[in-house]
């Protein structure tokens, strides 16, 4: 089994910062690929980021927020980060960190969920 807890949402205005952390702890040989994704009310679960963990240590960013979003991991605490710049208030969202073997898109190919963190961007 693999425990994820995210960390780091809250309030911001417009234009700030905020840096979510997700550190997970269990069975690291059941995931290879940890991700971030948002829901908005009344929207679906979209992923936003991710970082493959073995090999190349690849990660990817989403085209909605390219340069103003980046992912990193630091292998020494299991912990995933999403550091978010320049937020905008269509940034609003409940985001979760996810886990899986695999890093497919869609949330359906990720068996491991944290509870998620509230991000509240206002103008």
């Known amino acids: 089994q693999v425990q994820l807890a995210e960390s780091g949402g809250g309030s911001v205005q417009a234009g700030g910062s905020l840096r979510l952390s997700c550190t997970a702890s269990?069975?690291?040989?059941?995931?290879?690929?940890m991700a971030w994704f948002r829901q908005a009310p009344g929207k679906e679960r979209e992923r936003v980021a991710y970082f493959y963990l073995r090999g190349s240590r690849g990660f990817s960013i989403a085209a909605p927020v390219q340069g103003r979003f980046s992912v990193s991991h630091d292998r020494s605490k299991n912990t995933l980060f999403l550091q978010m710049n320049s937020l905008k208030v269509e940034d609003t969202a409940m985001y979760y960190c996810?886990?899986?073997?695999?890093?497919?898109?869609?949330?359906?190919?990720?068996?491991?969920w944290g509870q998620g963190t509230q991000v509240t961007v206002s103008s």
């Open positions: 269990g069975d690291t040989d059941n995931y290879a690929c």
């Open positions: 996810a886990a899986d073997l695999r890093c497919g898109p869609a949330p359906y190919v990720y068996d491991y």
